[in-house]
């Protein structure tokens, strides 16, 4: 009986985590997030693999033809599969996609 219990227990864990990685319902589409990519340890040298990034915040006035100013956020670091044939410059900016619960992105250089 109680290898029943712990064998429904791992895997409503395992649900609620799958859960939790998966981006909630947007009525625009799917979930973007411009990032930047930044070493934690070794950064990749192979372009498909996952990335370490930073969420990045845009600021400034919204006017035709104003500046923006980008804030990453150096304290939250998530990680990113690239989906295209090139490895990102550390620190370049990119639209991140949200699917089915992972973040990617396509770097073509």
């Given at each position: 009986?109680?290898?029943?219990?712990?064998?429904?227990r791992d895997r409503h864990e395992a649900?609620?985590?799958?859960?939790?990685?998966?981006?909630?319902f947007a009525e625009d589409g799917s979930?973007?997030?411009?990032?930047?990519?930044?070493?934690?340890?070794?950064?990749?040298?192979?372009?498909?693999?996952?990335?370490?990034?930073?969420?990045?915040?845009?600021?400034?006035?919204?006017?035709?033809?104003?500046?923006?100013?980008?804030?990453?956020?150096?304290?939250?670091?998530?990680?990113?599969?690239?989906?295209?044939?090139?490895?990102?410059?550390?620190?370049?900016?990119?639209?991140?996609?949200?699917?089915?619960?992972?973040?990617?992105?396509?770097?073509?250089?």
């Amino acid at each position: 009986m109680s290898y029943e219990a712990r064998i429904l227990r791992d895997r409503h864990e395992a649900t609620v985590d799958a859960d939790g990685r998966a981006a909630r319902f947007a009525e625009d589409g799917s979930v973007a997030l411009l990032v930047q990519t930044k070493a934690v340890a070794l950064y990749p040298s192979s372009a498909n693999a996952f990335f370490a990034c930073s969420p990045v915040r845009i600021d400034g006035l919204e006017t035709e033809g104003g500046a923006a100013t980008f804030i990453a956020d150096p304290t939250r670091t998530f990680f990113v599969y690239n989906l295209g044939s090139r490895v990102p410059p550390v620190g370049a900016k990119l639209i991140a996609q949200s699917c089915a619960g992972r973040w990617t992105f396509r770097f073509e250089g």
